[in-house]
């Protein structure tokens, strides 16, 4: 079944909510020429409403369509977005289409406001990590009448298509490896996890594993920002100081564990035999270490391939579900 596009709220519908001209709308969304504040608040209410986003190519595109494929990512200041771009930039060139970013910094007001601008061009699709998204953005998502992708989770309802894997699976599974390995005294250490609601996803599951096993978590340290490296060793080096005798540490992902490992390094804390560290991510560099860290290895490159395919194809709508690997590596 072939993908129908909802129709793309017109600046005459606007107009025709507001009971104004287009003309005036025209003039209230450009801040230019004469208009009252109270007319203002009509179109402004009316836009909100509707989901409308203005066109800054009207006619341009009309005819022959859009070969723009916008991402709103988080970050770039690991590599698993750049992977995800990579994939998807390999499959769009070779059919012609050209990928736009922008960043939001896990911050979903960002998000709304960068979609919002992303979606003034008239995206062939627009591609965003998770589901968690402010309801202006889904409004502006819904009305846009261009495809939507959502990347690396697949827990929860899809707007359009979805592409990745189950974030709570591999928190359970992470939980499940260190129980089976004989590990009692685990910790967590993580980033801001009202932000990155994937990695809070799987911090949740991996707590409610153990505690399905009665071996509740025992310390937990959570640092304010992004994820990195350094991060990593702060938060491991307090978790540390509070609880001395944990016997397993799970990351929120491996920029964090890897900045684990090097706190245990610096303070010849013997890994795994006085302390294990798990991480998420499956990164290069953790294959690399002189103790290739145990991990999930997630599919980040076939994610974006994957998306890219769907959106060139105009496949229906679908969640696809491209799984993920766990190394035990020897770091637990």
Known sequence: MEFKHQPTVTLAEVAEAAGVGESTVSRVLRNHGSFSGKTRERVMAAVERLGYVPNRIAGTLASTGSRLVAFVIPSLS?????????????????????AVFSVTDYDPGKEEALAAAMLAWRPAAVMLAGYEHTKGT??????????IVELLDLDGDA????????????GRESAAFLLKRGYRRIGYVGHDLNRDTRAGKRFSSFCETLDA??????????????SSVENGRLGLERLLARTSDLDAVYFSNDDMALGGYFHCLAEGIAIPSKLAIFGYNG????????????????????????????????????AVDLGFELI?????
Do not use: W
Request: proline residues 7%; charged residues 20%; aromatic residues 4%.
């Open 328 to 332: 035990e590596g020897a770091t637990a």
């Open 78 to 98: 690991n590599i698993v977005f750049p992977d995800v771009l990579r994939g998807a930039s390999a499959v769009l060139e070779e059919n012609r289409y050209q």
């Open 283 to 318: 990164l290069d560099i953790g294959r690399a270490t002189p103790q290739p860290l145990s991990t999930i290895r997630t599919p980040r490159v076939a994610t974006g391939q994957m998306a890219a395919q769907l959106v060139v194809t105009n496949a229906p709508p679908q």
């Open 138 to 147: 889904v409004k502006m998502l819904r009305a846009s009448g261009c495809r």
């Open 213 to 226: 096993h009665d071996v509740p978590l025992v310390a937990r340290e959570i640092l304010a920002g992004a």
């Open 159 to 170: 707007l359009d298509i979805a592409v990745g894997f189950s974030n709570r699976a591999a």
